[in-house]
């Protein structure tokens, strides 16, 4: 045991186990409360090291919150010759300085720092460590990793079951480093991609971990400290799924298989029945998640590939009425349009890139076999009148999704929806969005066979006859007599008609400018002719 505090010994060196008291003192340096790293840092000063002692000040301004980030800009340097830090120094006394900084980030600094306040300090002393040459950043993650550094969950492509029995840290221990993985990925980005790996083990520890303990609940009274232990454990599952979605965000050509495959045991799957009434009220973590896996092409998979059920649920929550807009329109906007747009191709082409895997092999794995549910759940969106956030979303999602419909039993219905909102005033459907409805439309026609309904045909005939008169752009237009066309095909009476609003519609393919032949020869036989 060791007396306390321990900076009254004058030669610490002649302790008994000396190197274990010092090694203890390290550890102390890394702790979340400033006092106790204070005092740990006045018992190193004793052993009167020559690489720590000239910097004693500076050492302790790191933990007054007064001075705290100025000495963090000026102290606390890469080297160069306006370094306060003599180079010969650097290797002892660095790896305090690095404990004393992760401390300090993982501090709440007193009762009164707003979680704001805390999150800026953090960042602060990233954007320095960046600086850092690779070696000393390194000793930084293992000092942040701390026991759970040498974890090795991955064994034979599997993960070790067995890893996730063993106690390691604390669960408020937990809180403070997946709170630092989360800054460090938002903050550093590529840099974390060295230490993704290590810090997937981590946060995949910590949330099996957490999920298994929740999963036992026994809902106890929230003042009982099995009820503050439960808040303690969704905070980390919560702070967990958010640093997965940093991890996968910034490594989306690496292989995380044999991780995916435990995230859906233990995190996914135990909540995948109730997940689109449970997602109703904010966009989740997990549908944050899902997004990251939507678009790249090869995590794209990990949304089919351990449970064929994680997408219907996903797209479900269209079909909640008590579910936000806000919730509608991330499932749109951020997880099946960029799906569509992997599935054709066009993600790839806007960004200029080359991917592995060919479009098509997203398209009829993952997103084929959804294609006709979500037709479904469109439908039904856009026929309950929506809101015009959602209106627009449903559009922009529906004529992405039309050029990859072959066939469908929701064709009637959806050409149906699309005439009634054509119809509809400007204030209700923008022009923008009925210039995707059209979109939708040019694809559906082929599909749709007049006969078995005639009301609906004539409805179609007569409000695509009517954009004639609302589009005044020379691309809407095109668009527009391509659809008429699409339409004329199953009746001959109108195909003629059709070929002459294509021509007084035409644009010249090599000028990018009105087609003048094309459209004088069209008026000609009008004037003419008919």
């Not at 859906?264 to 896996?293: C, M």
């Not at 797209?315 to 992997?342: H, Q, T, W, Y």
Request: net charge negative; aromatic share 8%.
């Amino acid at each position: 045991v060791v007396p306390w505090p321990p900076w009254k010994f004058l030669n610490p060196r002649v302790l008994y186990k000396a190197p274990e008291v010092h090694e203890a003192l390290m550890g102390l340096l890394c702790h979340g409360n400033s006092e106790i790293q204070k005092s740990a840092l006045k018992a190193l000063f004793t052993w009167k090291s020559a690489s720590i002692t000239p910097y004693q000040e500076n050492l302790l301004n790191i933990l007054d919150e007064s001075r705290f980030k100025d000495e963090l800009s000026v102290f606390v340097r890469t080297g160069g010759d306006d370094s306060l830090i003599e180079e010969a120094h650097r290797v002892e006394l660095v790896p305090v300085l690095l404990r004393l900084l992760y401390g300090r980030m993982i501090s709440k600094a007193g009762a009164s720092s707003s979680q704001a306040g805390q999150a800026g300090r953090r960042k602060a002393v990233l954007r320095t460590l960046s600086q850092l040459p690779d070696k000393e950043f390194e000793i930084f993650m293992q000092v942040s990793f701390g026991a759970l550094g040498e974890l090795d969950l991955v064994q034979d492509n599997q993960v070790n079951q067995q890893a996730f029995e063993q106690d390691l840290v604390s669960p408020r221990r937990q809180t403070g480093l997946l709170k630092m993985i989360e800054t460090v990925f938002e903050t550093l980005q590529s840099r974390m991609v060295p230490y993704a790996e290590k810090s997937m083990q981590v946060v995949l520890y910590c949330l099996v971990r957490a999920c298994r303990e929740i999963e036992k609940d026994q809902a106890p009274a929230a003042d009982t400290p099995e009820g503050r232990l439960l808040t303690v454990l969704r905070n980390i599952r919560h702070t967990c799924i958010r640093c997965l979605e940093l991890i996968f965000s910034n490594t989306q050509d690496q292989d995380w298989s044999p991780y995916v495959r435990t995230i859906y045991e233990d995190v996914i799957n135990p909540r995948l029945e109730n997940f689109a009434t449970e997602t109703a009220q904010g966009v989740s973590g997990l549908l944050k998640l899902f997004h990251v896996w939507a678009s790249a092409p090869k995590s794209s998979f990990y949304l089919v590939q351990y449970n064929d059920a994680l997408l219907k649920k996903v797209v479900d929550c269209l079909g909640v009425d008590s579910a936000r807009d806000e919730v509608k329109v991330f499932v749109m906007d951020e997880i099946l349009v960029p799906l569509i747009n992997l599935s054709t191709g066009k993600e790839l082409q806007e960004q200029e890139k080359m991917s592995d895997i060919p479009a098509d092999e997203i398209r009829s794995e993952v997103l084929s076999p959804y294609i006709e549910h979500t037709l479904s759940h469109l439908s039904r969106l856009l026929k309950r009148g929506p809101s015009r956030t959602v209106l627009i979303s449903g559009v922009q999602t529906l004529s992405l999704l039309a050029p990859c419909v072959e066939s469908s039993e929701e064709t009637t219905s959806l050409i149906s929806i699309t005439t009634y909102l054509l119809r509809q005033p400007p204030d209700r459907v923008s022009p923008r969005t009925k210039s995707g409805l059209l979109k939708s439309l040019e694809h559906f026609l082929p599909l749709f066979n007049p006969q078995e309904d005639a009301n609906l045909s004539q409805e179609v005939f007569e409000a695509v006859s009517s954009m004639f008169d609302y589009f005044k752009d020379n691309a809407n237009r095109e668009v527009l007599a391509r659809v008429f066309t699409a339409f004329a095909k199953r009746d001959e009476e109108l195909v003629q008609v059709a070929a002459l609003c294509e021509d007084l519609n035409s644009m010249s393919t090599k000028r990018l400018e009105v087609d003048y032949d094309r459209r004088l020869s069209a008026f000609r036989e009008v004037n003419e002719n008919l």
